[in-house]
């Protein structure tokens, strides 16, 4: 038996080693970014100097200082204390809807590519429209409609996003449901839940984890325009967006009031969206 | 000076995603005389392609050349500014693209693009170039030369857009010609006539060309002088007479035989006669996609009428070009595909049409083995885990026992034990193929559709496959129902071989039958266009067959006459193109579908 | 062939347009409680809110109250603003004008500047000029549109004086006043909408220069400029089109907040304050308009990406 031609080359050998999940520098920086925001988010209220609402000071819009580290608010509420408190609004409601979004979305997208016929037709028609409802819009006519509190936002922000995740997973899984692996397990006789568990899903987690992504950055966008226009998180409670519209007088004296809490919202996002562009390729369009 | 082109230690460099620079090609020297054609010959990742493309100072993105020389004519074309290598390029060396699918722009005409690189360089005015390109089409033995500039790419056929390619190359009349694989996507019934055609331009212009393929036979009717490529350095470099007689190297003649397969079928034990019952039959069976139209047939037919008896223990080969239906076969006969008439009888048994209402024991006695190892195994799951599933699946084996008989099959398909924990990725292509086999054998079948599992496999590889397949045959007592287009494979694996055209039975019979006259002239143009690994193979054919004008869809449609008739050489007017052919049997043995009877086509000298 | 292509588009709009209003009319109706007796208040009588819910037809099962306010809006008769009771159509009128023009401008003044961007980035792709593209897109569609409008303000108004902060539409009486009232929220809209269409732009094109035919381009001398220009660009036409219309629709999104921001009398000002007042007939009205814009983009680079393709037009 010849088998000396059958190897793999060298090139592919080497870019299949250890070097290839390195990670970009940018990439690193802004994974430390994130990763510096959830922890805030998760321990915010025993970093926090001083209570949410709490007056601490007679001046207001004050420059930083050894007691406030990030000045002061237009009530004289401490803005360390404010954006610490705010990330668990921020970043907490964001991850939810987005992780709901993103199951409900993968899930069914999943279901309908695999089961196809009448049932992908109607879900994906229907999602179809959903998906030319305009976000913000939407978002004003259920809060104007049911008033605002988080499990609103939440429901209202996971509602508004699952349909793009379903587009996105839907099409993933047509493609690979073609593939001849897939046929096999079919022809072997495997059932549908161990097809789409075992044989599917693993092959789209990448593109997914980047959908989540560039979903979770849509919605703290979402939000905190929600909380700029004042119907998102209600006060004394502020999110990042609400605490930009609290301080907006401050804006012609340059406050770091209302300058912080957008540099808070510009440095997560920023970071999720290009450490999404640095993934390594292999993670990102992990198909075959 | 009588070379026209000459390679110094030529060397490029990949770069991979991580940053790592690895050399693709390496220490390349070659020449190529004024008005010769020489080949490089090789397998995937041979370097090839980046070879004939440095020819023109271009590398493909990730690639770099780092250094050599490459002269061409008086110039020197690697240090040449970029602004200079475009004026180089479409003007003293061409290039026609191994898919001339998609190096056609969709969206604009094929004679302005036959004429782009005229106009680029300002050769001579727009209505001299086309007036050129007219005659260049007629040069091609294209048809309709006037008319088939005005039309958009996806309104020419796959053949006739490899000859639209050439004429682009050819309309500046270039010093040097690059040929990048031009029929490998081609069906052997077409790449026939684009040879043809590439081979009278090339002697009438006296074109010096570079031709890249890694199918020996096609070069050794173009080229005058072979160079042998592996892992981007030059194994052998001779005329093509002494590559073809008298190969030095151990590579080139592994590569030698195995565009040769040895004959396999006599290996085989013969047919155990314990069983009267066929293992596989198939009666009249109608599959095709969309909803069935008024007269019952699917909105989209692929198969019409198909029948076909598999005795225990035998091979089947099941052939036909592109289209034709064979893997619909397949997937109707797996339970993948619902068929929209006839039967499919597993050991007697009719099979239910889908996977759902089929037995565990019915799915598990017939196995389906595909022909991408890329996208047949899942690239998630480690080679334990894909050969272990059916283990447990079908057999309810689990842990340690599983673990063995992992083992036993990673054995069986000769691989070593330690491949199981990796993963499809870190596999070569035959090693994928292997683990692939190593599936469906895990079922215990008694019956493997292989379809085209060695068409994606560079030609020792599938060699080996082809050894492998026929060694577990005689075993494990399997039968297979081997699907291909490549009528050499078939003749090595098979007892029994049936060709399709066009989604109908057009000929069935043992395989020896399929060497003896008369043939199906479908058949005989299958056969008679399988390039032979001798030179002037190709100018000592007979023009046969007419051209398929429309392809195979064209022909589906109609159920009222044969469905060859548009091609077929030996046509009756009035006969077989209003009526429908009757099935003669041979007396060799074989049946046919056609109007000729056994005598006609005899006297016509079809198969002879 | 291709005009059932695209009368099938158009009914797929049409369609969507009906699912949208279902889900509109029933985001807007999911209220607990009593509409009739929350806009009256507490204290109003019995009677009182007995009759507003007659008016309001609230007495009525909701399927025939859908299709009587569907009927309503498709005969350009929505009804009246639940809070100082005037017609709809009267609160509309001219601010949808002023959206109009307030997009309008702004479509007209990012659309080439944005397409531009883009080819070029995707020509010189991965040059240092490509990279600088590239990273203001992605930090200006990263960061919300109010802090993207509060930046321009803080540069553009409070720092260089260029012009004023705050803009009324009413009493425009030249050009150069035009100008100087529209500024603010164009750039800041156009800054919001460019960075979408940048990118989407030069991915559709890089994805098209990746295509074979573009290498061969290049391999027949065609220098860069004329494979972009005359090779992958009629091929890319389809994808840069959906990108124009989804990009444009993020107005729809930005011009929300920037309306708010200036208060610029427009739909969505309007909008926003009904949301405040909870005139509900009034954001019904509003959310259509917006859905109907919306739909109308993305209908229209569906069909501008159908007549492109080759393949359909000569079949």
């Known amino acids: 038996m010849t088998k000396h031609t059958d190897t793999i080359p060298e090139t592919r050998r080497r870019m299949l080693g250890a070097g290839s999940l390195t990670i970009s520098m940018v990439g690193a920086i802004c994974f430390c970014i994130i990763l510096f925001w959830v922890v805030i988010a998760l321990v915010g209220p025993w970093l926090a100097p001083y209570p949410i609402g709490k007056i601490v000071s007679m001046d207001v819009f004050t420059s930083p200082s050894r007691d406030y580290l990030l000045g002061t608010d237009y009530l004289g509420r401490d803005m360390l204390s404010r954006i610490i408190l705010g990330a668990r609004y921020t970043v907490g409601v964001s991850i939810a809807a987005a992780f709901i979004a993103c199951t409900i979305g993968v899930a069914l997208g999943m279901i309908s590519a695999v089961l196809g016929g009448w049932f992908d037709t109607i879900v994906s028609r229907g999602i179809d429209a959903l998906i030319a409802i305009p976000h913000l819009m939407f978002g004003l006519v259920i809060i104007a409609a049911i008033g605002s509190s988080l499990p609103v936002l939440v429901g209202t922000l996971a509602f508004l996003y699952f349909p793009g995740s379903f587009r996105i997973a839907r099409a993933l899984a047509v493609n690979i449901n073609e593939l001849d692996f897939v046929q096999v397990a079919k022809a072997r006789g495997e059932g549908f839940f161990y097809t789409v568990r075992e044989e599917i899903l693993p092959n789209m987690i990448g593109p997914v984890l980047a959908d989540f992504g560039l979903r979770f950055v849509f919605i703290v966008l979402l939000l905190s325009g929600l909380s700029f226009l004042g119907l998102g998180v209600q006060p004394p409670n502020a999110d990042w967006g609400a605490l930009v519209r609290e301080n907006v007088s401050g804006l012609a004296y340059g406050a770091p009031a209302v300058i912080m809490p957008s540099l808070a919202i510009a440095s997560l996002t920023i970071s999720v969206n290009l450490a999404i562009d640095n993934l390594p390729r292999r993670l990102r369009d992990r198909l075959p | ?608 | 062939m291709i005009t059932r292509m695209i009368m099938a588009r158009l009914g797929v709009a049409v369609l969507t347009l009906l699912i949208v209003s279902v889900v509109v009319f029933v985001a807007t109706n999911m209220l607990p409680g009593d509409v009739a007796q929350i806009v009256l208040g507490q204290a109003a009588t019995p009677e009182a809110v007995a009759g507003l819910r007659k008016a309001m037809h609230l007495d009525q099962p909701a399927v025939l109250r859908y299709i009587f306010w569907l009927g309503g809006m498709m005969t350009g008769n929505p009804g009246t603003s639940l809070v100082n009771d005037v017609p709809i159509v009267t609160l509309i009128g001219g601010r949808l004008h002023n959206t109009l023009l307030l997009a309008a401008v702004t479509a007209a003044f990012s659309v080439p500047i944005a397409l531009t961007l883009g080819i070029t980035a995707a020509m010189w792709r991965n040059t240092l000029y490509d990279r600088l593209v590239s990273f203001a897109t992605i930090a200006v569609v990263s960061v919300p549109e109010f802090m993207v409008a509060t930046i321009a303000v803080l540069i553009f108004a409070v720092h260089l004086h260029w012009f004023p902060a705050l803009s009324f539409a009413n009493d425009v009486h030249s050009l150069g006043e035009l100008l100087r009232v529209f500024a603010m929220p164009v750039i800041s809209l156009s800054f919001v909408v460019s960075a979408q269409m940048i990118r989407m732009t030069r991915a559709a094109l890089i994805d098209t220069l990746g295509q074979p035919f573009v290498e061969m381009a290049r391999l027949k001398g065609a220098g860069r400029v004329r494979s972009v220009l005359t090779h992958a660009l009629p091929n890319a036409i389809g994808p840069i089109a959906n990108a124009v219309a989804l990009s444009l629709s993020y107005l729809l999104g930005g011009v929300i907040i920037i309306e708010t921001i200036f208060n610029y009398p427009g739909i969505a000002k309007l909008m926003v304050d009904g949301v405040a007042t909870r005139d509900m007939p009034l954001i019904q009205t509003c959310a259509m308009i917006f859905c109907f814009g919306y739909l109308a983009l993305v209908t229209v680079a569906d069909i501008c990406a159908i007549l492109a393709n080759p393949r359909l037009r000569y079949k």
């Open chain 2, 1 to 608: 000076m009588t070379e026209l082109v000459e390679v110094k230690n030529l060397r490029v460099i990949a770069r991979s995603d991580s940053g790592r620079e690895t050399p693709i090609v390496h220490d390349i020297r070659f020449t190529v005389p004024r008005g010769k054609v020489v080949a490089l010959i090789g397998e995937s990742g041979s370097g090839k392609t980046t070879i004939a493309l440095s020819l023109m100072g271009y590398a493909r993105s990730g690639c770099r050349i780092t250094s050599g020389s490459v002269r061409i004519g008086e110039r020197e074309i690697l240090s040449l500014s970029e602004a200079e290598k475009a004026k180089i390029r479409g003007r003293n060396v061409s290039y026609i693209a191994q898919s001339a699918a998609a190096a056609f722009n969709p969206a604009r005409t094929i004679m302005s693009q036959v004429v782009e690189s005229a106009m680029i360089h300002k050769l001579m005015p727009k209505a001299e170039a086309e007036a050129k390109a007219v005659e260049l089409f007629r040069a091609l033995a294209l048809p309709d030369p006037e008319g088939v500039g005005s039309r958009y790419p996806h309104q020419v056929s796959g053949g006739q857009l490899q000859r639209l390619a050439a004429a682009m190359a050819l309309i500046s009349e270039p010093e040097l010609v690059i040929f990048d694989e031009p029929t490998t996507a081609l069906d052997v019934t077409t790449q026939i006539e684009v040879l043809r055609s590439f081979k009278s331009v090339i002697r009438e212009r006296n074109t010096t060309g570079v031709y890249v393929s890694h199918d020996l036979a096609v070069v050794a009717q173009i080229a005058d002088h072979i160079i042998v490529l592996r892992n981007g350095s030059i194994q052998e470099s001779a005329p093509t007479e002494q590559i073809l007689a008298n190969a030095h190297s151990p590579y080139t003649r592994s590569l030698l035989a195995a565009a040769n397969p040895a004959v396999h079928a006599q290996a085989a034990p013969p047919a155990e006669k314990a069983e009267d019952v066929p293992l596989l039959e198939v009666e009249g069976l109608v599959a095709g996609y969309g909803k069935p139209g008024p007269d019952g047939l699917p909105n989209v037919t692929v198969l019409n009428d198909v029948g076909l008896s598999l005795q225990p223990g035998t091979n089947l080969g099941v052939i036909g070009e592109s289209g034709c239906g064979k893997s619909t076969l397949a997937r109707v006969i797996a339970g993948l595909l619902p068929a929209a008439g006839g039967r499919v009888k597993f050991r007697g048994e009719t099979l239910a049409g889908s996977v759902a209402d089929r037995s565990k024991d019915q799915l598990r006695n017939i196995q389906i083995v595909f022909q991408m190892a890329d996208t047949a195994l899942n690239p998630t799951r480690s080679v334990a885990q894909i050969l272990g599933r059916p283990l447990t699946f079908y057999h309810d084996v689990k842990g340690a026992e599983r673990t063995r008989r992992v083992r036993q099959l990673l054995d069986l398909v000769h691989l070593p034990a330690n491949m199981a924990e990796r993963l499809p990725g870190e596999l070569s292509g035959g090693q994928k193929q292997r683990v692939n086999l190593a599936r469906a054998l895990a079922a215990e079948p008694a019956l493997i559709l292989c379809d085209e599992v060695t068409s994606a496999l560079d030609t020792v590889v599938a060699a080996a496959i082809l050894d492998l397949l026929a060694e577990l045959r005689r075993e494990l007592k399997l039968s297979y129902l081997f699907i291909s287009h490549d009528l050499s494979t078939v003749r090595a694996i098979c007892d029994d071989v049936m060709v399709l055209y066009a989604g109908r039975k057009v000929e069935a019979g043992s395989g020896a039958s399929m060497r003896a006259a008369p043939l199906h002239p479908y058949s005989d143009l299958l056969v008679s266009s399988i390039p032979e690994l001798r030179t002037g193979w190709l100018d000592g054919l007979d023009k046969k067959a007419a051209e398929a004008d429309g392809g195979i869809a064209a022909v589906l449609a109609r159920a009222d006459r044969c469905p060859f008739v548009s091609r077929c050489p030996v046509r009756k007017p009035g006969v077989c193109d209003v009526l429908e052919p009757p099935v003669r049997h041979l007396s060799k043995g074989s049946d046919i579908l056609c109007h000729l009877e056994e005598r006609e086509l005899l006297a016509l000298g079809v198969g002879a």
